[in-house]
């Protein structure tokens, strides 16, 4: 039986296969500083650091579009086989020199060959058994590892070649017995990771928190280090009392335990001022300002991060 056709019955079947050499050039930090050097790649969820999401290819535009038409199309999962548990295919993939890594509702993560533009051949795949599920927005690469952050609140590293497991982090934040704050049944990760070299030299990948603005608790970002997946630093999106910013919660119960301010989306990052971007999302309770007056900072605001530090610097 020919090799093509071996390829093709595996790839039915859903099963890593490693028919030749899958291996790509490191993603460096001058790379991903640089993506515009390579139009062909995609190597960050919103392709550059500005999260422009902008392709400098011409060769699909105005005139042309009319002439695209379907190549292949491979089956990444989904509901069909994940169980019972509700999501959205909301990833977006990441290309370098031909190879494809994409994931799917349920943080699955799959390596594809698509050096011939007729079909998608399957390298390997990666589960990491969640045990919940909302939405996955992507994930990240840096030197050889490919980064995916979980809803249950993991973030793991992953060998980009083989797709084995380099480290895996319990992500959650803990709570805090004094307040109770943050609660460890509402935190969520549904934003793809970004992996930076800081300004200090620290190479990191960071994540935001997302479930604080619907289900109350106190949302964060934080950042790892990609080489050993230990914390770097932590930041909580509602000030404590203290902090700059808590004065904003003028009531008189500690409605900050359960502010929101969840984090959705990805950073972008400047690595002139190394400042990273976040935009936050609304306070909690949504619809009942009397529980929490005052302008309930940061909520519904955009946050400048010192990379180095997770210190908010505006």
């Avoid at 993603?27 to 515009?36: G, I, S, W």
């Avoid at 934040?173 to 004094?178: E, F, I, K, L, V």
Wanted: proline residues 6%; aromatic residues 8%; hydrophobic residues 35%.
């Amino acid at each position: 039986m020919s090799i093509k056709c071996n390829l093709a019955i595996l790839a039915s079947l859903g099963l890593a296969v490693v028919a030749m050499p899958a291996l790509a050039t490191d993603v460096t930090p001058q790379r991903l500083l640089n993506t515009a050097a390579e139009p062909q790649n995609w190597l960050a969820v919103h392709r550059d650091y500005n999260n422009s999401r902008h392709s400098p290819l011409k060769e699909v535009n105005r005139d042309t579009v009319k002439d695209l038409k379907l190549k292949f199309i491979f089956s990444i999962g989904g509901r069909s086989t994940g169980g019972p548990l509700p999501g959205k295919e909301e990833s977006t993939p990441l290309v370098d020199d031909g190879f494809m890594y994409v994931s799917d509702t349920y943080d699955r993560v799959m390596k594809f060959d698509v050096r011939s533009g007729t079909e998608a051949v399957p390298l390997w795949r990666y589960d990491p058994k969640i045990t919940k599920s909302r939405t996955n927005r992507g994930i990240a690469m840096y030197g050889n590892k490919v980064f995916i952050s979980t809803n249950d609140v993991r973030m793991i590293a992953l060998n980009r070649d083989s797709g084995e497991v380099v480290w895996e982090t319990q992500a959650i934040a803990p709570t805090d017995p004094a307040t109770g704050t943050p609660s460890p049944k509402t935190q969520t990760f549904t934003a793809a990771p970004l992996a930076i070299k800081t300004a200090g030299g620290k190479e990191l990948v960071v994540q935001g928190e997302s479930s604080g603005g619907q289900l109350g608790t106190r949302s964060w970002v934080g950042a790892w280090d990609v080489e050993t997946g230990k914390l770097a630093w932590r930041t909580f999106t509602i000030p404590a009392p203290g902090e700059a910013g808590s004065e904003t919660w003028k009531d008189n119960h500690n409605a900050w335990r359960v502010g929101g301010g969840g984090v959705w989306q990805t950073a972008s990052y400047d690595p002139a001022t190394n400042l990273l971007y976040y935009g936050t999302g609304d306070a909690f309770p949504t619809h009942d300002p009397e529980f929490r007056p005052g302008d309930n900072l940061f909520t519904a605001s955009t946050i400048a991060l010192d990379a180095d530090t997770g210190k908010i610097v505006w």
